[in-house]
């Protein structure tokens, strides 16, 4: 029973990391154009390095 | 919008490089955004993009692939008109967007609060569940408590953020002593917290600590949808509202500034170029043309204005400049003034209660007395205060309506879904509902069932060689008639004969010569000819009586399909306009309507569906037009074409986005099997209701029956939903 006390802090910690991604992502306006994210991933203009 | 002052030879798009000087307090960058309906891959983007950027005093330009737009931070003198012709280069077909309409109404701050709330509602439902299986599991003594304490902790301030939404629209309605959906919610939520925490408190077996949390989980995912569906309409709707950007060229001293209509005051001299929309009412002070009324008044024929004549905003000029003096701006304005006519007629949507307006009305009284009387039941019989708490507590969960919650914005996501992507956008929230009733459509003639394009009839009565000088003179002009008899002169081989001195008189026609002889082709009076009741343009070649080229209306593709589909479907089909009779007749011939009335002032047409709906017929009104807009905010339901004005988008509960006029029986159909699918839902919610209650009455509902109830009658109603698609 002792492995509860290390367990169920651990599972509430990984998913409040999960909570607090979404929530970045949401505030940082990530899905506006998910159309247009999944197509940028083919264009090749910036595969050598980032965009300045 | 910044002042932009330019001589006014300056007419053309390609003298737009030449210097300005007067920019006044200039700002320091400018934000512009150009609607791309082309676009559709990674290769577009980039196109796009690249060639923006490349542009002289763009600062960058990004493009959004969902809503098919590009927004564009730029040097305050770049003006959309200079991008525009960049990107048609490129071989992409751009519209500039009013910015101050697509941001006036924008409600992402809204649907993204609803999103942070059902984030955080699911992830504490997640971890609370997965204590609460350890307990079902068998978990006891110490260790249940530390769990129910654990749950307790996350719970209790979930709620209190995430359940924000209900217990602001449960108080709202209270307040005005009315009960609505959210108040048994809210009771629910709140008594189960409370009873959970005192069983908790005192080493209880049964918490229900994750029922409040799949409940509030669940009702949010349903409004979510609710918002997603209604935000989707909304904006497409703000983007045609954004692709009229209300400018006026504005003459003072000779000089031309590009200014909003919103700064013009009375007085003011406008200039309205050819094909260009009068911007206000007004007065022609210089310049001939004619008028197309056909978005005010339903006429296919245009008038012919000169100076003198007074025009009114909506009004599009065809053939040559005008100078306009204003004399009515902004709210005073006919367009405006046909608003009134509106927001009296404005009831048919205001009568109608929803769906899931009944079901409340009906459930919600329903569980409250329901769980008072088991409270009131156990604790006469047992004395035990607890006990008799918990089993209400137990009563309100499981008869929560979450499947209510969900039938109805699960049901119009997946039909509103589907029928968007045939082209229909559903603005009102209840619109599909009423679509369902409908059994009588009202159509209106004028770029509704019609294109709005004239097409030419009598082609085959002419001689060649007449064809050929009048498509030499046609070819000069830009009056749709001559565009129209152009496009089918040229799909018949004619080749244009050799005309010379061809000029257009704006206002009347084209005038050259012909082998040392004058022709003409133009308005009836101005070569000599009858006027006629249909629209005709007329060729005079000198030599004998001139000749008429006679036009009708095009028909908008679908419209004989719709019209017959709906008349299959068992519904009475009719056809209101405001055009001369015999252009009404015999178009209703050939559609195959028997009822039609012509010449019908915009009175007459809210009259008409006032009439029917007195006779119990439920109204579905179809037009386009300034006539219509009282018309369609009367109806039962209203659907508007995109090519439609502002004002009678803005009347309609649906709105066409194609040419197409085939969705609007299929979207009869949808909206008929959308309400069977909802009653459907009622109908599954409460047989699980009928199932869970007794249990939950006699008192052997436990936390773990609670959830299954749930989430499975949560989970039918969407799949059943789904069905839709």
């Known amino acids: ?52 | 919008m910044t002042a932009q002052i330019r001589p006014s030879a300056a007419a053309c798009p390609g003298c737009l490089a030449v210097p300005r000087d007067a920019v006044d307090e200039a700002p320091t960058s400018s934000r512009l955004a150009l609607s791309l309906p082309g676009i559709h891959c990674q290769a577009c983007i980039s196109a796009v993009e690249r060639g923006l950027n490349a542009t002289p005093g763009v600062t960058s330009a990004r493009v959004n692939l969902t809503l098919k737009r590009a927004m564009i931070e730029a040097e305050p003198d770049v003006r959309a008109a200079d991008l525009i012709p960049v990107l048609g280069d490129l071989g992409y077909e751009a519209h500039e967007l009013d910015l101050g309409t697509l941001t006036a109404t924008q409600g992402d701050k809204a649907g993204r609060d609803l999103l942070m709330r059902l984030a955080v509602a699911g992830f504490a439902s997640m971890n609370v569940m997965l204590l609460s299986v350890s307990v079902w599991a068998g978990a006891t003594d110490a260790t249940r408590d530390m769990f129910h304490w654990i749950s307790a902790a996350i719970t209790l301030p979930t709620i209190a953020f995430s359940a924000q939404p209900f217990f602001k629209s449960a108080w709202s309605a209270l307040r005005v002593r009315r009960l609505n959906m959210d108040v048994p919610i809210v009771l629910a939520l709140v008594l189960a917290l409370v009873t959970s925490l005192w069983e908790t408190t005192l080493s209880g077996e049964h918490a229900y600590f994750d029922a409040a949390l799949t409940l509030t989980f669940f009702l949010l995912a349903g409004r979510y949808l609710d918002f997603r569906t209604r935000a989707v309409a909304r904006s497409a709707a703000e983007e045609l509202a954004a692709l009229e950007v209300p400018r006026a060229i504005r003459l003072s001293d000779g000089v031309e500034s590009e200014v909003s209509v919103g700064e013009l005051s009375i007085g003011d001299l406008i200039l309205v170029r050819p094909g260009g929309r009068m911007p206000v009412d007004g007065e022609v002070v210089s310049g001939q043309s004619e008028l197309d009324r056909s978005l005010l008044t339903g006429e296919t024929l245009p008038v012919f204005a000169e100076q003198g004549q007074g025009v009114s905003a909506g009004e599009v000029n065809l053939t040559g400049p005008l100078t306009i003096r204003v004399t009515t701006v902004g709210e005073d304005t006919s367009l405006h003034r046909m608003g009134d006519l509106v927001a009296i007629a404005e009831s048919g949507r205001s009568r109608y209660t929803s769906l899931a307006d009944n079901a409340a009305k009906l459930y919600a009284p329903g569980v409250h007395i329901l769980s008072a009387l088991s409270f009131a039941g156990w604790y006469l019989y047992s004395w035990d205060l607890r006990t008799a708490l918990n089993i209400a507590a137990a009563v309100l969960i499981i008869t929560c309506p979450c499947a209510l919650g969900l039938a109805v914005p699960a049901v119009t996501t997946a039909a509103s879904g589907r029928l968007f992507r045939k082209g229909m956008l559903i603005k009102h929230a209840t619109a599909l509902e009423r679509l369902a009733q409908v059994d009588t459509v009202v159509f209106d003639k004028t770029g509704t069932l019609t294109a709005g394009t004239p097409q030419l009839t009598n082609l085959a009565d002419f001689k060649r060689a007449d064809l050929e000088i009048a498509l030499a003179l046609a070819e000069a002009s830009a009056h749709p008639l001559s565009k129209s008899l152009a496009q089918a002169a040229g799909e018949a081989g004619i080749t244009a004969a050799a005309v010379s001195d061809i000029h257009e008189v704006p206002g009347y026609g084209t005038e050259g010569s012909f082998r040392g002889s004058r022709v003409r082709l133009g308005r009836a009076a101005w070569v000599g000819a009858q006027q006629s009741d249909v629209t005709a343009a007329w060729l005079d070649i000198g030599d004998e009586y001139p000749q008429g080229f006679m036009f009708t209306d095009a028909l908008r593709p679908g419209a004989e399909a719709a019209v017959q589909a709906l008349l299959g479907a068992g519904k009475q089909v009719q056809l209101v306009s405001g055009d001369s009779k015999g252009a009404v007749q015999i178009l209703a011939a050939r559609l195959g309507i028997t009822n039609w009335v012509g010449e019908a002032l915009p009175e007459d047409k809210v009259e008409r569906i006032k009439v029917l709906s007195e006779q119990g017929h439920k109204v579905l009104m179809v037009g386009d037009g300034l006539n219509d807009t009282a018309a369609l905010a009367a109806a039962h339901v209203s659907i508007s074409p995109a090519s439609a004005l502002d004002a009678a988008r803005v009347a309609s509960d649906i709105v066409l986005l194609g040419q197409d006029l085939t969705p609007i029986a299929e979207a009869c159909d949808v909206a008929h099997r959308a309400t069977k699918r909802i009653r459907e839902n009622f109908r599954l919610a409460t047989l699980y209701n009928v199932i869970a209650v007794p249990l939950a009455v006699a008192g052997l509902a436990t936390p773990l029956i609670a959830a299954l109830a749930m989430s499975t009658s949560s989970i039918t109603v969407s799949l059943n939903a789904l069905r839709l698609r």
């Open chain 1, 1 to 52: 029973m002792q492995v509860l006390f290390y367990l169920i802090p651990i599972s509430l910690v990984l998913g409040g990391l999960g909570l607090l991604g979404f929530l970045y992502t949401v505030r940082s306006n990530q899905y506006d154009d998910p159309e247009g994210d999944s197509q940028r991933i083919l264009s090749d203009e910036w595969d050598d390095h980032p965009k300045p």
